[in-house]
């Protein structure tokens, strides 16, 4: 089992930018989710074999995932942010990373979580 370790989280104003990082794992199929609290998590971007991503519609255009595998570092660039981002963000690991796996929004379909690093964005 591997535990992931996230950072590159801070707080900033609204259209300023973060790039989050995570570290240690060798799965090419993984995902950003973020969580306030009281509210379930949220896929955020993913990302799959054949270099395949997906994005939540609220992010689309604004963030950024990619995926280091010579390094095993995942990555999630965030532009031009917006309070409404402000959240806890995770990242985790695919069960079952197939060829023809999809990248998923779905957090059950995730193990392996880090601690999270917190985004915080207000004026």
């Known amino acids: 089992q591997e535990q992931m370790v996230e950072s590159g989280g801070g707080a900033v104003r609204p259209g300023e930018s973060l790039t989050l990082r995570c570290e240690a794992s060798?799965?090419?199929?993984m995902g950003w989710f973020r969580q306030v609290p009281g509210h379930e998590r949220e896929g955020v971007a993913a990302?799959?074999?054949?270099?395949?991503?997906r994005y939540n519609d609220s992010v689309k255009g604004r963030f950024t995932i990619f995926k280091d595998n010579a390094k095993n570092t995942l990555w999630l660039q965030m532009n031009d942010l917006k309070p409404e981002d402000t959240a806890m963000y995770y990242c985790?690991?695919?069960?079952?990373?197939?060829?023809?796996?999809?990248?998923?929004?779905?957090?059950?379909?995730?193990?392996?979580w880090g601690e999270g690093t917190q985004v915080t964005v207000s004026d």
């Open positions: 060798t799965s090419a199929c």
């Open positions: 990302v799959a074999l054949a270099g395949r991503s």
């Open positions: 985790g690991v695919r069960i079952g990373c197939e060829p023809w796996s999809f990248p998923s929004l779905t957090s059950d379909d995730y193990k392996d």
